[in-house]
């Protein structure tokens, strides 16, 4: 009777695992840019080979936003008093990067190299409520001891978002 019950809880947590997944994919989470006039899409793949695909809320008041594909990466960290549906600017307190795949280098925005984000909280509900965050972006990044720059423009995002206090 004690194993019947595990394997009950077991097959509890793998169904609801399983759930949580195909609510991902219902959600058709993606993450797009240009970038020097190359478009490129990363979407949110479960499976072997995931591509990174995180956004992650820190007690209000900083969002992380980290999105790779093989070696190609942008992320943001949006730092403010409350972060809300607004237009951020994209400088070096609240800043982006760019990881190019052919240096494997990061760029950063700088006070001289910006850009804006605008986000919008919002939600989906696909059996079990996902919490969201849409947006666009665009922006300017630089390897300040090169100068070598690279900007990326009409992005635009749809990912589930997490909470940690």
Partial sequence: ????????????FLVISCEKDQNRKLLGAYFRYTINGRETVIKDETGINNNVFDCTFHSDT???????????????????????????????????YYTNPADLKRYYTTNKYKGTITI?????????LLYTLQGN?????????????FT???????MERKRFH
């Fill in 137 to 149: 972006f665009s922006f300017q990044a630089v390897d300040t001891t090169t100068g070598k720059n």
């Fill in 62 to 96: 900083m969002l992380i936003i980290n999105v790779a594909k093989i070696y190609e990466g942008v992320g943001f960290v949006i730092k403010a008093d409350s972060i809300r549906d607004a237009t951020y600017p994209l400088e070096t307190v609240s800043k982006a």
């Fill in 120 to 128: 919008k909280k919002g939600t989906f509900d696909a059996k079990e």
């Fill in 152 to 158: 990326l423009t009409k992005g635009s995002f749809l």
């Fill in 1 to 12: 009777m004690k194993y019947s019950f595990l394997l009950l809880i077991l097959f509890s």
